[in-house]
């Protein structure tokens, strides 16, 4: 058995998504507020999207949101110039990265897809403790 961490994150960095997709309100708030349930996690809140001066920052047009999860977060960045998306989704439990890619694709119809996946707190449960990892997630 490895040796359990605290968290998972998975960054997905989506090139040429569906045009419109990056500027799109409604679209990146549902894409947040359904991808939780869709991966059996649990909202500390509704979902939050901001859109971006696209004025002030030509460069760094689009839209940024998260939700806060009682596992972590899910954050979406969009680049409105590039039709480019970062998912960063944050979890201190093993989640499944193929149906969270899967529900990228689904939604943004990205060209290309890169991830990566990153183990997080590798040494969190590594100090002495009275308990026992599988007390400490289940808490």
């Given at each position: 058995?490895?040796?359990?961490?605290?968290?998972?994150?998975?960054?997905?960095?989506?090139?040429?998504?569906?045009?419109?997709?990056?500027d799109d309100l409604t679209l990146c708030y549902n894409?947040?507020?359904?991808?939780?349930?869709?991966?059996?996690?649990?909202?500390?809140?509704?979902?939050?999207?901001?859109?971006?001066?696209?004025?002030?920052?030509?460069?760094?047009?689009?839209?940024?949101?998260?939700?806060?999860?009682?596992?972590?977060?899910?954050?979406?960045?969009?680049?409105?110039?590039?039709?480019?998306?970062?998912?960063?989704?944050?979890?201190?439990?093993?989640?499944?990265?193929?149906?969270?890619?899967?529900?990228?694709?689904?939604?943004?119809?990205?060209?290309?897809?890169?991830?990566?996946?990153?183990?997080?707190?590798?040494?969190?449960?590594?100090?002495?403790?009275?308990?026992?990892?599988?007390?400490?997630?289940?808490k």
């Amino acid at each position: 058995m490895s040796k359990p961490v605290f968290g998972y994150e998975l960054l997905l960095d989506l090139y040429d998504c569906k045009p419109g997709a990056c500027d799109d309100l409604t679209l990146c708030y549902n894409f947040l507020d359904e991808i939780v349930g869709f991966l059996g996690m649990e909202k500390q809140a509704p979902p939050s999207v901001f859109r971006s001066d696209g004025v002030r920052f030509p460069d760094k047009a689009g839209l940024s949101g998260w939700v806060p999860l009682i596992e972590s977060s899910i954050v979406i960045h969009t680049l409105t110039p590039k039709d480019f998306i970062s998912v960063d989704i944050y979890c201190c439990r093993i989640f499944d990265r193929r149906k969270a890619e899967e529900f990228c694709r689904s939604v943004f119809f990205p060209k290309r897809v890169e991830a990566q996946y990153v183990e997080r707190g590798i040494n969190y449960y590594a100090q002495s403790d009275s308990l026992t990892h599988k007390e400490l997630v289940h808490k």
